[in-house]
């Protein structure tokens, strides 16, 4: 059971909150980032610049804050997303198959909205004209510093499967919360904790992999402990 939400509505009601609050909405992609003295500061395309105390990186699979920090993408398995076209279902549900070479999934939502992607590895990717993504699982190699930190997808990734990225995105959040209301500062202390929170995440869903891999017959090449470091 469950329940499908438009991201964008989802989006803008959250921006919406947060000005509310008294924050301040800078848009643009994240183009530098350098530590200075007593905080970081973050340069946006088009020439923008935000300077803090601390920073909380959630930008996705990109890490764009953490990895300009000098945190490392570690990669347990290569998997490519690419969009397909599947005809309409008449019941909003989530459809989910797989085979040896491959598994895809469909989502039928609200209005009429459909999604669906098939996952496979680079070298089995079949080419075609729909869009294609990164749906690697994969993690940092280190998850914060005293004025940083990563939440989110940012920090550690999820094969689409996994239905962790959710739970996950906000236990970092309610951590970065905390710093920003509070210290802006990350201690040794916190950092390990920090670190062992999303370690044991991804021990977590790296069994759970090789389990759907058993069920399915599509077993995973990467053992659960195996990742590679990719910048």
Avoid at 164 to 188: D, I
Wanted: aromatic content about 6%.
């Amino acid at each position: 059971m469950g329940t499908h939400r438009r991201r964008t509505r989802l989006d803008a009601v959250l921006l919406r909150l947060a000005e509310r609050e008294g924050a301040t909405i800078a848009r643009g992609r994240v183009s530098a980032v350098a530590a200075l003295g007593g905080g970081v500061v973050v340069q946006l395309t088009g020439g923008r610049s935000i300077e803090g105390a601390f920073v909380a990186d959630a930008t996705g699979r990109a890490a764009a804050v953490s990895r300009r920090l000098g945190a490392r993408r570690l990669f347990a398995e290569r998997l490519v997303a690419t969009r397909e076209s599947w005809p309409r279902m008449m019941e909003d549900r989530l459809f989910v198959e797989g085979s040896a070479d491959d598994w895809r999934y469909s989502l039928f939502g609200p209005g009429g909205r459909a999604d669906a992607w098939r996952i496979s590895r680079p070298s089995r990717l079949r080419r075609g004209p729909g869009l294609a993504v990164d749906a690697s699982p994969s993690r940092l190699d280190a998850f914060a510093g005293e004025r940083w930190l990563a939440i989110g997808d940012a920090s550690v990734a999820f094969d689409p499967i996994a239905s962790q990225g959710l739970g996950h995105a906000m236990a970092g959040a309610m951590t970065a919360a905390g710093k920003l209301l509070g210290s802006c500062r990350m201690s040794g202390e916190d950092r390990d904790a920090f670190a062992l929170l999303n370690l044991q995440t991804w021990a977590t869903h790296r069994r759970d992999d090789v389990g759907r891999g058993h069920s399915s017959g599509t077993l995973s090449e990467a053992s659960p402990a195996r990742a590679s470091a990719v910048r």
